[in-house]
Every structure is written in C-alpha cells, then in structure tokens.
C-alpha cells in the first residue's frame, strides 16, 4: 500500500518536527498523547490482530504472543522505554546510552513496519493497523528528536529524525515484496503477526502504566483520551 506508507512517513516526520521549531510539549500534554496512542494500539491488537492470529494458528498463537511480550522486555532493554514515551536513565545527558536507544528504537520502528506489507484476511486488519502504527510514533518520535537535539544539536536530531521516519515504510516494502516473491513469506506472515501483537500489547500495557499522574490515578483528561482511542479503533470494524 504506497499511499499508506508515503502517508505514515509524513506523519512521521510531521510529528518527531515539532521539537526542531517548536518548545514541544509538556509532561501533561505528553502523558495524554501517549494515554491515546496506547488505548488505540491496544484496541487494533484485540480487534485485528488476534482475530486474524487465532484464526490460523489457534492455540499456538499464544505461545508465538508471548515470545513477541517478552522480545519487546529485551528491546526496551536498549530503547530504555523510549517507544512508549519514557526515557528510564539517570537524568544527565553526558549518561544517556544515546547510540544505544536509537539502535534499539531503529530496529522496533522497522520490525513494527513488517506487518504493514502483509495482506489479511479481513480488509480493514491493514488500514487499521497503519492508523494505530501512526498513532504509536507520535509520542515515540517526538521524544526521540527531542532527546537527540538536547544532546547532538538541531542537524543531528533532523538527520535522526528522517532515517527513523523512512525506517517503518521501509519495512513494510520489504515484507510486501518479498511475500509477492516468495510462497514461504506466508508462513513468515503466520508466525509473525502474533509477535508484533505481543510486542504492541507490552508497549500499550506499558504505556497505561508509566504515563499516569504520581499517584496512578485515572484523571477525566486520561479517560478522555484513553476512551477516544477505543472509541476510534471500535470505529474501524465499520471499514469491514
């Protein structure tokens, strides 16, 4: 799908701009993006992805989900939680594992772009699953420009900022090509769909716990975004 991908790399790059030009935006205004893009990327994973794993797989879906969770624990690892809106480190920029969090945040942004070339059984798993991938990288994208431009300076982070909007397209073309050149590709696509859905459970999960108030309290502000982004994926059944 081209006009996807061409449409997730400007939003992409839209997005992870807004610290290059702007003040960007402040821990509230961030935990509720984050709050939104969560709740959505969960509601696609439960009213896509898993219809489309159990459907082929069955019971050994499960077991290909929590390799996908516990790949996503050892990712972050290396990202230190920057994909979904957290960077865990000691606070000092001179101790900020930078190469480390970009190769990490490199390798999810192109493996979350692999499912996107695939082709499902039902028409709107696709489309649907662009929106919440587009959804995720608002918050992700912007606090890693950020956290480039506070330590590398603007044509670092501008740099950064273009590679990592080309990197999930770029994956989604290499799945759709090879899976037009290859019969094995859909056994890939089998075992593969019910991984990214259990890395995007992690993320989402992780997200609902990490971008709460001090006291994890459910503010009107988060319930409004978290049931927006429910609200908005329920919406997607209607693309059937």
């Known amino acids: ?42 509601s696609i994973t439960f009213l ?36 979904h809106g957290h960077v865990h480190t000691d606070g000092h920029d001179h101790h900020v594992p930078l190469g480390s969090i970009l190769a ?6 192109f493996m979350e772009g692999l499912p996107l070339g695939f082709n499902y059984t039902e028409e709107a798993t696709g489309p649907s699953l662009y929106l919440a991938v587009a959804a995720h990288k608002l918050p992700e994208i912007i606090l890693a420009t950020t956290l480039v431009l506070g330590i590398k300076g603007r044509q670092q982070a501008l740099l950064t900022l273009v590679i990592f909007s080309l990197l999930t397209p770029a994956g989604s073309m ?31 999960t992780t997200i609902f716990f990490e971008s709460g108030t001090k006291q994890h309290l459910l503010t009107r502000q988060k319930v ?17």
């Open 48 to 83: 896509h992805l898993l219809h489309e794993t159990f459907e082929e797989l069955h019971a050994t879906a499960g077991l290909y989900l929590l390799t996908g969770f516990f790949l996503q624990l050892i990712i972050q690892r290396f990202t230190h939680g920057i994909e």
């Open 224 to 240: 409004f975004a978290i049931l927006l982004g429910v609200g908005i994926g329920l919406l997607s059944l209607f693309f059937e």
């Open 104 to 109: 990490g945040l490199g390798l999810h942004a």
């Open 174 to 204: 290499l799945a759709s090509l090879m899976s037009q050149k290859y019969s094995f590709m859909m056994q890939v696509r089998t075992i593969l769909i019910p991984v990214v859905a259990g890395s995007f459970i992690h993320i989402a």
């Open 1 to 42: 799908m081209p006009i996807f991908n061409l449409l997730l790399f400007i939003i992409t790059l839209l997005a992870g701009s807004v610290p290059l030009w702007f003040k960007g935006l402040n821990d509230r205004s961030m935990n509720l993006l984050l709050a939104f893009s969560g709740s959505f990327l969960l």
